[in-house]
């Protein structure tokens, strides 16, 4: 099998090349593979058509295949991609009037066994290789001509997988993501986040260059978390908002904790006072998500006015928002992804030539 390019970074692509090149062929090949989105390595211009036609012969780009696209009638798009072992992983483009976001995946599959997640029904298949985190996003980026400056896209590491159980290619990815000479992304718009891997939250905190961090919270005390996550009974809830409040944020940073609201489960006024005061020494912000449901999944969405609640009683010390969901009707919105090979209303037609 070839080595693919896509994911290395300046010093991989210089022990790549032959002692013969100069220096700065490296850098021209990190910067048309990460800000110029290439798609061919053949058709990378600013390279000698000799130099092409080596890396060609030697290395595979490394971007995945779309598989199948599914269109929501919100104007999400759900991405099946297929890498290059066969196996199958999602992202997820959500368009905006003044943004876009794209949704990749750490893992095929998932390990950490959340009851309310239909991603936690397939275990865990892998994990992913940096390159086919970043890879995620060149390939929608590029589809959708999406581009980096202006401040208009964001990347959230929120699909398949427990970012922080795969960490070393997570801080790779997102090096290159961030870096100006690579993809260029603000490190305001990168969010990983996490069911709460205390060790790798510490870790994560010392990398100088990392995404936002975003909490899966999703109950207000120890024992419903454990019902609801089980991995809690390995990582405690009081052991996660120490490693919280001594993570260090910096001066424009806040922490978002995302908070799944099952009906009649942990979505009531008393859960919204106890979320309050747990997170109320942290320089934190909330976002609920009522659930997204699907098959398999034994908890059922509360109602609009239950949501509006537990909102305005978080909101009394938090910023708190409830998080619209998107892609429902494709089983694109959070929680759902489980590389469906069909759309929530029956098998989705074929994508349109520029989206293949």
């Not at 390019?5 to 010093?11: I, P």
Request: charged content about 20%.
């Amino acid at each position: 099998m070839f080595q693919p390019l896509v994911g290395m970074d300046l010093t991989d692509l210089a022990a790549a090349l032959s002692p013969s090149q100069p220096g700065y062929r490296a850098r021209q090949i990190y910067q048309a593979l990460y800000q110029g989105q290439a798609g061919d390595l053949v058709a990378i211009s600013t390279l000698p058509l000799g130099l092409r036609q080596e890396l060609a012969e030697r290395h595979a780009l490394g971007l995945p295949t779309v598989d199948r696209v599914f269109e929501s009638t919100d104007g999400t798009r759900r991405y099946l991609l297929r890498l290059a072992d066969g196996r199958t992983v999602e992202a997820v483009l959500m368009p905006e009037e003044h943004r876009d976001t794209i949704c990749i995946s750490s893992q095929v599959g998932c390990p950490v066994d959340c009851k309310f997640c239909m991603t936690a029904l397939m275990g865990l298949e892998r994990s992913l290789t940096a390159g086919e985190i970043v890879g995620q996003v060149l390939l929608v980026a590029r589809q959708n001509q999406l581009r980096q400056e202006g401040g208009r896209l964001n990347i959230v590491i929120m699909g398949q997988g427990e970012p922080l159980l795969n960490l070393p290619n997570v801080v790779k990815a997102t090096r290159i993501l961030l870096d100006p000479a690579g993809f260029a992304l603000s490190p305001r718009r990168i969010t990983v986040s996490t069911a709460g891997i205390i060790p790798q939250i510490a870790e994560l905190g010392r990398e100088p260059v990392r995404p936002r961090l975003a909490i899966s919270l999703n109950a207000s005390t120890e024992e419903q978390r454990q019902e609801l996550m089980p991995i809690t009974r390995k990582y405690h809830m009081k052991d996660l908002l120490a490693a919280c409040k001594a993570y260090p944020l910096r001066p424009w940073e806040k922490l978002t904790f995302e908070y799944v609201l099952l009906n009649g489960v942990n979505d009531s006024d008393a859960d919204a006072r106890r979320v309050l005061k747990l997170l109320a020494h942290l320089n934190a912000k909330v976002n609920l998500i009522a659930l997204n449901p699907g098959p398999g999944i034994p908890y059922a969405t509360p109602l609009p006015e239950r949501v509006a609640s537990f909102q305005a009683i978080v909101r009394r010390g938090l910023p708190c928002f409830v998080r619209k969901p998107r892609g429902l009707d494709i089983y694109a919105a959070c929680g759902q992804l489980k590389s469906h090979s069909q759309s929530a209303t029956g098998p989705a037609s074929p994508p349109s030539p520029e989206h293949s």
